[in-house]
């Protein structure tokens, strides 16, 4: 499993750091962040480092209960920040949302990045580290019932991973040459008024040596070697034409193109709608 790195997310350095040896390990704790599925983990980071005066993010890891995506936080060998007084034996792993009741708020992907995080440090160890709730080791409703209860259970993974679905008869393998998404994990194309994650095109921002407005119309223009009518007086982006500036009409075009690949339907292009577009065959 990939784990998105510091630099790859966009992390702040570090202002402090602290080893801790593997013989010093002995737990490894769950952690929500109790807010949305949608923070980012520079946001956490800023407000760690920002309002709670912590010398870098608190967690060792965290894991986007959504996607399922792994970030790397201080890492398994560096001290956190997570656990008033077992911050030393423990790593601390968050899973990015809320808990919210009568719904299951960590995906079935999110649970087998948390799982596979686990093996991996118990492999790392040598030995099996004790799995623990942050409410076993101090005052707090952290990790919530949902984690807390998949926890005290062993972490048991019910639903199997989905297989790639087959193509259908007749489709065909996406044209062109998939290119990478090229924003930090957890962002998106998507509207100027949103967080300072959405990226909009309007203000020409730089990522991996080039334009948000270059990057969006590059996806646009897939659309197009997939078949889509794009274009000026066509029949998507039909006013601007393929301006890279997100607005309705990209909205449109990409909640459309989340209906046909069977994506979460937000008109947002984060990593899943962009790698749809570069990878999917055309059906
Ligand atoms: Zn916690």
């Given at each position: 499993?990939?784990?998105?790195?510091?630099?790859?997310?966009?992390?702040?350095?570090?202002?402090?750091?602290?080893?801790?040896?593997?013989?010093?390990?002995?737990?490894?704790?769950g952690?929500?962040?109790?807010?949305?599925?949608?923070?980012?983990?520079?946001?956490?980071?800023?407000?760690?480092?920002?309002?709670?005066?912590?010398?870098?993010?608190?967690?060792?890891?965290?894991?986007?209960?959504?996607?399922?995506?792994?970030?790397?936080?201080?890492?398994?060998?560096?001290?956190?920040?997570?656990?008033?007084?077992?911050?030393?034996?423990?790593?601390?792993?968050?899973?990015?949302?809320?808990?919210?009741?009568?719904?299951?708020?960590?995906?079935?992907?999110?649970?087998?990045?948390?799982?596979?995080?686990?093996?991996?440090?118990?492999?790392?160890?040598?030995?099996?580290?004790?799995l623990l709730g942050?409410?076993d080791?101090?005052?707090?409703?952290?990790?919530?019932d949902?984690i807390y209860s998949w926890l005290k259970a062993g972490l048991?993974?019910?639903?199997?991973?989905?297989?790639?679905?087959?193509?259908?008869?007749?489709?065909?393998?996406?044209?062109?040459?998939?290119?990478?998404?090229?924003?930090?994990?957890?962002?998106?194309?998507?509207?100027?008024?949103?967080?300072?994650?959405?990226?909009?095109?309007?203000?020409?921002?730089?990522?991996?040596?080039?334009?948000?407005?270059?990057?969006?119309?590059?996806?646009?223009?897939?659309?197009?070697?997939?078949?889509?009518?794009?274009?000026?007086?066509?029949?998507?982006?039909?006013?601007?034409?393929?301006?890279?500036?997100?607005?309705?009409?990209?909205?449109?075009?990409?909640?459309?193109?989340?209906?046909?690949?069977?994506?979460?339907?937000?008109?947002?292009?984060?990593?899943?709608?962009?790698?749809?577009?570069?990878?999917?065959?055309?059906?």
């Amino acid at each position: 499993m990939d784990i998105i790195s510091r630099s790859e997310w966009g992390a702040r350095p570090p202002e402090g750091r602290v080893t801790v040896p593997w013989s010093a390990r002995s737990v490894f704790m769950g952690h929500y962040s109790g807010a949305s599925a949608t923070q980012t983990p520079r946001a956490i980071q800023d407000y760690h480092m920002r309002e709670r005066g912590w010398v870098d993010i608190g967690y060792n890891f965290l894991i986007s209960s959504t996607s399922g995506v792994i970030f790397e936080g201080r890492g398994w060998t560096n001290l956190g920040a997570h656990c008033a007084g077992h911050n030393t034996e423990a790593i601390g792993v968050c899973i990015i949302g809320a808990d919210k009741p009568n719904v299951q708020d960590v995906s079935d992907a999110a649970r087998r990045s948390f799982k596979w995080l686990y093996d991996e440090a118990n492999r790392r160890k040598g030995s099996k580290l004790t799995l623990l709730g942050h409410k076993d080791r101090g005052k707090t409703a952290c990790p919530g019932d949902e984690i807390y209860s998949w926890l005290k259970a062993g972490l048991p993974i019910i639903g199997q991973p989905t297989p790639a679905p087959k193509p259908p008869a007749g489709s065909k393998p996406a044209p062109g040459t998939p290119i990478a998404f090229p924003l930090p994990g957890g962002w998106y194309f998507g509207p100027a008024s949103g967080p300072d994650y959405s990226v909009s095109g309007r203000y020409e921002r730089y990522f991996r040596g080039r334009t948000d407005r270059a990057w969006l119309k590059d996806w646009a223009t897939q659309l197009g070697r997939r078949g889509w009518n794009i274009g000026k007086g066509r029949r998507w982006l039909s006013e601007h034409g393929n301006d890279g500036v997100y607005g309705a009409e990209y909205r449109a075009m990409a909640l459309a193109f989340q209906r046909d690949q069977r994506l979460r339907q937000d008109g947002l292009i984060g990593v899943a709608t962009w790698n749809a577009a570069y990878l999917n065959p055309v059906t």
